[in-house]
């Protein structure tokens, strides 16, 4: 192989080298690119994904406030049921003493 054979093929080698590399960058921006309408999508996709957060966030604030609500009123409930129970307990106790006494005041005027 001549001087001139070697720079000639050298030369070839080296523009094929270059073509291919050219031909693969281009194949990675192509398959990389993200078009206009892909950044808008994306972006309205951001938003509506934001949207629904603070909707979450709003939802939960909201239960746990209605929680903490239906806690209270429930603890009232049960506070006025036990108050009651004791009164009704009492009013009980009360009747039958009466009627012991009734009782013992009809035995005596019989007896």
Same mark, same amino acid.
């Given at each position: /192989?001549t &001087?001139?054979e070697f +720079? +000639?093929?050298? #030369?070839? $080698?080296l523009? $094929?080298?270059?073509? /291919?590399? *050219?031909f693969v960058? *281009? %194949?990675?921006h192509r398959?990389? &690119?993200?078009s206009r309408? @892909? /950044?808008?999508?994306?972006?309205?996709m #951001? =938003?509506? %994904?934001?949207e629904?957060e603070?909707?979450?966030d =709003?939802a939960i604030t909201?239960?746990q406030?209605?929680? !903490?609500?239906?806690?209270n =009123?429930?603890?009232?409930?049960?506070a006025?049921l036990?108050?009651? /129970?004791?009164g009704?307990r @009492?009013?009980?106790h009360e009747?039958e003493?009466?009627? #012991?006494y009734?009782?013992? $005041?009809? !035995? !005596?005027?019989?007896?």
């Amino acid at each position: /192989m001549t &001087r001139t054979e070697f +720079i +000639i093929a050298t #030369a070839i $080698i080296l523009f $094929i080298a270059f073509c /291919m590399g *050219w031909f693969v960058n *281009w %194949l990675v921006h192509r398959f990389t &690119r993200v078009s206009r309408g @892909d /950044m808008e999508e994306l972006e309205k996709m #951001a =938003q509506e %994904l934001h949207e629904a957060e603070e909707t979450r966030d =709003q939802a939960i604030t909201y239960l746990q406030q209605r929680e !903490a609500e239906l806690t209270n =009123q429930l603890s009232q409930t049960e506070a006025e049921l036990s108050a009651a /129970m004791d009164g009704l307990r @009492d009013a009980r106790h009360e009747a039958e003493e009466m009627r #012991a006494y009734v009782e013992r $005041i009809s !035995a !005596a005027n019989n007896g």
